[in-house]
């Protein structure tokens, strides 16, 4: 198979990404535009100005991967974009403008789910590092897969005949994504938006002891872990975070928290890019040790129940991937615990955790080999579900 340069785009959220990524195994360019600041002062992402910042920054970012990558709009081989889930209105500004661009071009083009692309984000990097070929390291399988971000928590059973990948779902989030309760309880503590990357940074200054969530506040209320689904046969294990949120604010109004929290928010709003001293100079030890408590109760609920189904399918290898594998904590536990319990773990790079266009990318490559194009009238998936 001759080598494949693949453009991928991506806008499901509030990241405007595109890259080239050569036949799934390498990085070529990676360029990513986070909306950031523009969601900053309303606490979280708003729809309407997601859309408006992509289409603003489509061109530009897609013209710069390409620059970066010595290719042209005409020497790439395929153009791969992201058709779901996320957010309907952002996601069409990717389609149209990929759409565009390969009815222009004559270029193959190929829909990606955005939650195969952070499992092909470990895929990708492992073998840029030389693993997973016959040469390198082996991919074992049964392969288990983590996706953990802010809107999905979900664990896959991933498969590849020949080239090509299916998945399994055997767990999902039955309330909140894990990223999703990081940033409500990042919001309602007046930390800002987005939540998990200040938790994780704060928490190393907390006791992980000092505050106790009960079990019963992450167990989701409709189903048991281990019960049988209609949709297939096999345990499932599902999570849920909307209980823990609910407890976080509970121990706010039982220890009149509030005052300060309020006083906090309004001083770190007027710091145009806080600091992590900034951060730390606006908690007291009690706020520093809440964060920590409730961090180390979502690492420790995702560890386990993810461990649980590893146990149950006799997983062989595990992928830790999104937004929320980012955390240290979370990356630090999951591999003492997957060494203790024999099984390979692998997470994405901090880059590549996160939302980003190379995984689409090579997400795309098998799809690519195996001709499975997209036709110009498909269009956005809010809910697309990975199968
Ligand atoms: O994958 P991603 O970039 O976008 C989605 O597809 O949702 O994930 C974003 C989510 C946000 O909820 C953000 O707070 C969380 O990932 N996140 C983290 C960390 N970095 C990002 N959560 C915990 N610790 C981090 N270091
Ligand atoms: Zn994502």
């Known amino acids: 198979m001759p080598d494949a340069y693949i453009l991928g785009i991506e806008t499901s959220c509030d990241e405007t990404a595109a890259a080239v990524v050569r036949s799934g195994e390498q990085i070529v360019s990676n360029v990513v535009f986070s909306q950031i600041a523009t969601h900053q002062p309303y606490g979280g992402v708003v ?10 920054a489509i061109v530009p970012v897609v013209r710069k ?32 403008y990929a759409k565009a661009l390969a009815f222009a071009l004559e270029t193959p083009l190929i829909a990606v789910n955005h939650l195969e692309g952070h499992i ?46 299916s998945y399994q779902n055997i767990g999902h989030t039955r309330d909140d994504a894990a990223g999703e ?32 969530f009960a079990a019963s506040q992450l167990k989701n209320k409709d189903r048991n872990d281990r019960g049988r689904s209609n949709e297939y046969d096999g345990p499932r294990f599902d999570f849920s975070y909307s209980g823990i ?12 928290m509030q005052p300060a929290i309020a006083e906090r928010r309004k001083e770190l709003a007027a710091i145009p890019q806080p600091k992590l001293e900034n951060y730390l100079s606006h908690c007291d030890q009690h706020t520093l040790d809440l964060v920590a408590s409730f961090q180390r109760a979502m690492v420790e609920d995702l560890i386990g129940k993810t461990l649980a189904a590893v146990r149950a399918y006799d997983a062989a290898t595990l992928f830790v ?5 980012a955390n240290q ?51 956005a998936e809010a809910g697309l579900a990975l199968k």
């Open 321 to 325: 991937t999104g937004g929320v594998a």
């Open 47 to 56: 729809p309407e100005l997601a859309s408006r910042e992509h289409l603003r």
């Open 65 to 96: 991967a390409l620059a970066d990558a010595g290719q042209t709009y005409r020497s790439v081989n395929a153009i791969a974009v992201t058709q779901g889930p996320g957010l309907a209105g952002a996601l069409m500004v990717g389609i149209s």
């Open 245 to 256: 949120k609910t407890a976080v604010l509970r121990h706010v109004e039982t220890n009149n």
């Open 181 to 212: 309760a990081f940033d409500k309880v990042a919001k309602l503590l007046g930390l800002g938006y987005p939540g998990g990357p200040i938790v994780d940074k704060l928490s190393a200054h907390g006791d992980s002891s000092a505050v106790k």
């Open 329 to 379: 904590q979370l990356r630090q536990q999951f591999e003492k615990d997957a060494a203790r319990e024999g099984i390979e773990v692998y997470f994405p790079s901090r880059p590549l955790s996160t939302d980003n266009a190379a995984m689409i990318a090579a997400a795309a490559y098998p799809k690519f080999v195996a001709r499975d194009f997209a036709t110009m009238d498909f269009s």
């Open 120 to 165: 092909h984000a470990v895929l990708l990097e492992e073998r840029q590092k030389g693993g997973f070929s016959d040469a390198g390291r082996k991919l074992n399988f049964p392969v288990l897969a983590l996706v953990v971000s802010g809107g999905h928590t979900h664990l896959y059973l991933a498969k590849q005949r020949g080239e090509s990948w």
